[in-house]
């Protein structure tokens, strides 16, 4: 059995973007990419204000399958 693969969006303007390369093994192991994400917005400006983007975890589709 395969597993299953996770991946970070964040919304813009123009969409959903992925917002980093890497997959993530599990759905936990993707919160955290989050949360480390947010802490280094935290440790880079300094200020932690309530975040404006909003985020989504993705799971990714098997190769050669394709939307109908």
Not at 15 to 26: A, I, P
Not at 35 to 64: A, N, Q, Y
């Amino acid at each position: 059995m395969e597993m299953k693969k996770y991946y970070i969006q964040t919304r813009t303007l123009h969409g959903w973007h992925r917002l980093f390369t890497e997959n993530y093994d599990s759905l936990e192991d993707a919160t955290k990419g989050i949360e480390r994400h947010l802490d280094s917005l935290f440790f880079e400006h300094g200020v932690m204000d309530v975040p404006t983007s909003i985020f989504r975890i993705v799971k990714c589709k098997p190769k050669g399958v394709v939307n109908v």
